[in-house]
């Protein structure tokens, strides 16, 4: 007969102690993105300290809830890391498991909890970055269906809909020094020329968030349509097609979504594109954000029917760039955006043209990123030239139709071991898709991390869009005096010259 084992839980938010016995542990495997135990528990006794000395080993569970459903306690512990691209399958294998050993039971509320307490846990321990979608739950409508949601977010634009369609959001190009005139407006001393507003960039996942008069749609950038069941947000803006451009990001500290609004481009069936930015910014603020606070403040709406957040970001004149530089700090999930009210992950700047909206590329509209956050996807293959064995990096041709090799692997030592760990771990084939930056310093590629083994590599523009973005990449320091001292733009090369003339006299060089 198997012993049975009974171990102390200690949960380090009350300190109390209480004795199980494990009725069953169970490893979930999944050969490719992580692994973690649940345990099932039966309640014995609470335990005093002296006891637990004494009879026990004493087993330390923090951040845990401890979830009593009929005669089971479920605690979840991490095993390893896994990544982003497994939260889909860390919820479907936590709601699975709950449901077969716990009474098959069909509470939904209890499994939804449960699932929620034990993956945030696993999240903290693995400091893995999310964007909240993985929260929400978003129904995929058919490609045949979708068509007519799209075909409204087109028309917006005056466009009708293609047979591909591309996502028409606006979207930024790099910031280089060609472009400081533009921002300060010097170039042509002329009044007329959009002035222009700074923000944060989040790192989160963009959609447009479409509400059709009482559905509530997200559209990502791969044109997919999703379906939210999202009654309060349904009801508040229910008159006509209202249509925000924006991304889903997870509040570190409360661990809720937040679908953070950058623009709007309807509002009630009324276009807004043609309006300025800090117009729209005011339709934003005053008809969007404004109103769904109001309304959970007035009805007192429960948690658990906010599916995600309405908020939008600080906007700011560009000379203020450190007050919004200061907001920015290093933690242990990474470079960290903190206010009052946010606290997420970000990339850097977004420096926004008071103009009207340009879908797609808008070439006044410019980002800019810290350096180890403009990243891209690569692959990883062998080649076989005059009975020589190379590996190379890859990615796809321009028309995303062949593969195209860059170079042999040139990744430092540290990386190199990392990534052949990975490779076990997660049975990477020739189609792994590596996630890597470009280190200008060293003229190297930085490996990050496996995304998947789905051969999804970028093509080789995107590749030649982050090379040119390095080679000519500005540093924070640089940033920060150009954008203040709009006088000085031009002294910068001078200054940093002369710096280093002076450097090298003095070492006699």
Known sequence: MKNKVREIWVDENTQEMNGFEILEEERIESGLVFDFNIKFGLYLKEIEEEEARDTMNLKTISKQKYYDHSEYIIIAEEVSKYQKEGKEWVKKTIEHCLRIRINKTNDEAIIHNICSDIYNTIKDINNIETNGIEQIDIQQIPSELSRQYLEKIFKVFGYELPTDPVFPGT????????????????????????????????????????????????????????????PLVANIYKEGLTIIDGEMIENIQTKKPTFLCNDILIYKNTVTTNYLFTERLQ??????????????????????????CLNTK??????????????????????????????????????????????????????????????????????????????????????????????????????????????????????????????????????????????????????????????????????????QNLSYVNEWKRLTEKVSLNVLKSLNL
């Open 171 to 230: 979207i930024p190009i790099f910031l280089s020094r060609q472009h400081y005139k533009i921002l300060h407006n010097i170039r042509f001393h002329d009044k007329a020329l959009p002035q222009y507003l700074l923000c944060e960039k989040s790192k989160g996942k963009k959609y447009f968030l479409m509400i059709d008069n009482n559905e509530v749609l997200l559209v990502d950038e791969d044109m997919n349509v999703f379906s939210v069941q999202y």
């Open 283 to 308: 339709i934003l603020g005053k008809e969007i954000i404004l109103k769904f606070r109001e309304e959970i403040s007035k009805n007192n709406v429960p948690d658990d029917e906010i599916i995600f």
């Open 314 to 483: 600080p906007f700011i004149e560009i000379k203020l760039i450190t007050k919004l530089f200061e907001a920015m700090k290093k933690t242990k999930y990474g470079i960290t955006y903190i206010d009052g009210k946010r606290f997420h992950l970000t990339e850097g700047f977004l420096f926004y043209p008071n103009s009207e909206y340009i879908p797609f590329t808008n070439n006044y509209f410019f980002k800019w990123q810290f350096n180890d956050t403009i990243t891209c996807k690569l692959g990883i293959q062998e080649q076989f030239y005059k009975n020589s064995r190379k590996v190379s990096l890859c990615c796809k041709s321009y028309y995303n139709t062949s593969v195209v090799y860059l170079q042999q692997v040139n990744f430092d030592n540290r990386d190199l071991c990392l990534l052949e760990a990975d490779k076990i771990k997660y049975n990477a084939d020739e189609n792994a898709v590596l996630e890597c930056c470009y280190n200008s310093k060293e003229g190297r590629w930085k490996y990050l991390r496996i995304l998947s083994n789905d051969g999804n590599f970028d093509t080789i523009n995107t590749i030649i869009t982050i090379l040119e973005s390095n080679a000519g990449q500005i540093d924070i320091e640089e940033l920060m005096f150009s954008i």
